[in-house]
């Protein structure tokens, strides 16, 4: 999650108004997404949020479950700004954004435990060091009963779709860190943190949602 300075935050153009940043991708995948969220987040939930980008996912989130709470965080300065105007639209339930960097283990030291986890469309585009760091956050500060989100596209063997192994592709080419991550991987990292594969669930364009639950009771 960490990048030099003047480099992309996002593999998109984005527009703006004033502070509100708009993400082509998230007007396509929102509604979707807050979905499987509405479904999937236990009663009245705590909701980290890492890597939460323009903000939108967040607001549609809360608009679909209204009894949770909803924690963004973001290095981009710009992007936290993002989310802090739309969650003027939230009526409270959007914190301010927290400049959570996870390759900076200082910026998630003195969080509170929380009872979701949520991270969409960034394990492809940071470091495995980042996701790594995301499963060890889930493996100490999930709450009893709680569960852990990722959303994006993932490599699953010969049922790989071919538009995942182009962009897998893509990305490599801009960065040789960045990547698809295959998703017998990234299974196996959260386990190693004591979070096993509750709900694999197909979204649009080849995406995944991922939903991990503890493996043995907190």
Known sequence: MSKPPGSPIALEQRTATDDRLHSPSAARNRDAIAAVLADVLPPDAEVLEIGSGTGEHALAACRARPDIRWQPSDPDPASRASQAAWASEADGAIRPPLAIDLMDPQTVADLAPFDALVCMNVIHIS?????????????????????????????????????????????????????????????????????????????????????????EPR
């Open 127 to 215: 470091p495995w060091g980042v996701a790594e760091a995301l499963a060890a956050l889930a493996g100490r500060a999930l709450r009893p009963g709680g569960c852990v989100m990722l959303y994006g596209p993932f490599m699953d063997g010969e049922a790989t779709a071919p538009s995942n192994r182009q962009f897998d592709a893509s990305l490599k080419a801009r960065n040789p860190a960045w990547g698809v991550r295959a998703l017998d991987d990234v299974v196996a990292l959260m386990a190693g943190h004591g979070l096993a594969l509750d709900q694999q669930i197909a979204m649009p364009a080849n995406n995944l949602s991922l939903v991990f639950k503890p493996s």
